[in-house]
């Protein structure tokens, strides 16, 4: 799949945000940081639940490019982390290619990424750069 | 507890363990590629590539003197130089390279940038990963 300027990827739909999987992303990065475990310790930090870690919006945005164009395809990925994800949420993903130039293997393709959640909060901005190599 | 522009922790070796990338895309319940499986040899997501993760939270914690119930995460960027495979040990080399002050509406922030290095055993630099932090001063 060849892609030029304009083109939106699939969207990505993440599953909906529930504790087992704040459970294994907290084994996964041994993070110690109770906000994403315990509502009443979220509660103390002044939120009305736990909290999904930032990782998941970093990385469902990095999913929606890497399930089109491969893992390795790309050399950058910058997602900020906008807004907080509670339990029950479903994100969604858009990606958009915006610009693209020469490289010396191909091009390298600049997309748009936003991550929003299902009440329509935009959580995650950012951007990704990727090569696409010539054929 | 110093935030020092510049400093550096010690280094340390992460082995990107099979288990640990797996559990990462279980939490998520996305795959990377379809069908992905992390096993020794697969290509590992930039995603996966946090300090908290590679590095641990607490020294990099402790260090920055951040209390837990006034830090926001702020988000990531990852470049990736040479491919990076399940299985690899890498150096995990974390730097403070950034410290702003602001006054918001809730009180003084302070950002926090941590570009943390990734190297083979030759030295070559395969990822580097800049997350960026805010504490709240209250």
């Known amino acids: 799949m060849v892609l030029h300027v304009g083109d939106v990827l699939p969207e990505v739909e993440a599953p ?14 041994r993070d110690p940081n109770l906000v994403h475990m315990e509502d009443d310790y979220a509660a103390r930090s002044g939120l009305p ?12 945005a990095g999913a929606a490019v890497s399930r089109v164009v491969g893992v390795d395809a790309i050399k950058r990925l910058k997602v900020d982390v906008t807004g907080p994800v509670f339990l029950g949420d479903v994100l969604r993903t858009r990606a958009e290619v915006v610009d693209v130039e ?29 090569v696409q190599r010539s054929r | 507890m110093s935030r020092e522009i510049g400093h550096r922790f010690p280094e340390a070796e992460f082995r990107i363990d099979p288990a640990r990338v797996e559990e990462y895309v279980t939490a998520l ?3 990377p590629t379809p069908g992905y499986r992390a096993v020794p040899g697969a290509e590992v997501p930039p995603g996966f590539f946090m ?14 003197g951040f209390d837990m119930f006034r830090t926001v995460y ?17 150096s995990v080399r974390p730097q403070i390279t950034g410290v702003t002050e602001k006054d918001g509406r809730s009180g003084r922030l302070t ?10 055993d030759d030295g070559t630099v ?13």
């Not at chain 1, 639940?49 to 469902?60: D, N």
């Not at chain 1, 490289?103 to 901005?125: H, I, K, P, S, Y």
């Not at chain 2, 395969?126 to 209250?138: A, C, D, H, M, Y």
């Open chain 2, 29 to 31: 319940g996305v795959e």
């Open chain 2, 111 to 120: 950002f926090v940038e941590l570009t943390t290095e990734y190297l083979r």
């Open chain 2, 74 to 90: 702020g988000g990531t960027e990852v470049e990736m130089y040479h491919p990076v495979r399940v299985g690899d040990t890498l």
């Open chain 1, 49 to 60: 639940g736990v909290i999904a870690h930032g990782t998941f919006v970093v990385s469902y």
């Open chain 1, 102 to 130: 020469p490289a010396a293997d191909g091009e390298l393709l600049r997309l748009d990424l936003t991550v929003n959640r299902d009440d329509g909060q935009t959580v995650g901005r950012g951007e990704a750069v990727v």
């Open chain 2, 126 to 138: 395969v990822l580097v990963e800049r997350s960026n932090t805010v504490q709240r001063s209250q």
């Open chain 1, 16 to 29: 909906k945000m529930d504790r087992l999987r704040l459970a294994y992303m907290a084994v996964s990065m």
């Open chain 2, 51 to 64: 300090y908290v993760t590679t590095y641990g939270a607490e020294p990099v914690h402790d260090q920055l």
